[in-house]
């Protein structure tokens, strides 16, 4: 029980239980950089406790202090010299390490639809397809709300809840989730589009989007067409972008 009195001690054991909880006890984890502020911001309250009086001062520094100047500690010191050299190169290594790239071979971003798609079970027209929600207009905000609401429960972890595509899972991934608020992306495309792209997620994108395809799943076994369609009015509400309309050209017109 003695041992556990030493404020060096304690500074250490502060130190780690926070470093496991945010580390190992937030789900969805936290980004790399919000874990580093929170423990630079643990570390400043625990310099200041153990700082907070002489007495504690002394009983946190006499560790270091027996450990830097005793005869008997001579092994622990030779041990910290190889240790912690290596420590530091370790993590100056993995930080100057060449990180993964994508291949310099062309890559589509936004490829061309296919004229149709299967849609559990029945054939659905991409080409010159319109939101059929959008034609009551008095139900849009309601539309649009119950988007948002499956927009929280499905999306919010890749593409953020600014829709900006800074969510949690977002730096694990390359290509990184759209960022919905580029007006490069949604304001460029069509509501079916989005609808194609959503339900059928990376596994359908066409082969000019290989070989580093999205990661986005599937969505059409989790979502009902009407679910899709909501989400998607969501997307152009939330942003302020309006949807691409189709040219006469695109849908076989003249």
Not at 62 to 76: F, H, S, Y
Not at 167 to 180: E, I, Q, R, V, Y
Not at 185 to 203: C, D, H, N, S, V
Not at 211 to 236: A, F, G, K
Request: glycine share 6%.
């Amino acid at each position: 029980m003695r041992l556990l009195r030493s404020r060096f001690l304690q500074a250490v054991l502060v130190l780690v239980l926070a470093f496991v909880i945010l580390r190992f006890g937030i789900r969805p984890p936290a980004p790399r950089s919000v874990l580093s502020l929170y423990m630079f911001i643990i570390s400043l309250a625990v310099l200041v406790f153990v700082s907070s009086d002489r007495d504690s001062w002394r009983d946190f520094i006499a560790p270091i202090w027996t450990t830097l100047v005793r005869p008997e500690r001579r092994p622990l010191r030779l041990a910290l010299l190889v240790v912690l050299p290596l420590l530091l190169g370790y993590y100056a290594y993995t930080q100057a390490a060449a990180k993964p790239q994508a291949p310099p071979e062309l890559r589509a971003v936004h490829p061309a639809p296919p004229a149709s798609i299967q849609f559990r079970g029945k054939e659905f027209n991409i080409s010159g397809a319109e939101n059929p929600l959008r034609k009551d207009t008095a139900k849009l905000k309601e539309h649009a709300a119950k988007g948002g609401e499956i927009y929280i429960r499905n999306c919010m972890y890749c593409h953020g809840d600014n829709l900006d595509g800074k969510g949690h899972f977002a730096p694990g991934f390359n290509p990184p989730p759209a960022n919905f608020q580029d007006p490069g992306t949604i304001a460029m495309l069509q509501e079916a589009y989005l609808f194609w792209r959503i339900a059928k997620g990376g596994p359908g994108l066409p082969k000019e989007s290989t070989p580093w395809n999205s990661v986005m799943p599937p969505w059409e076994d989790r979502l009902t067409e009407e679910q899709i369609w909501q989400v998607i009015i969501y997307l152009y509400e939330a942003t302020g972008q309006q949807p691409r309309r189709w040219e006469a050209s695109e849908h076989g017109g003249h």
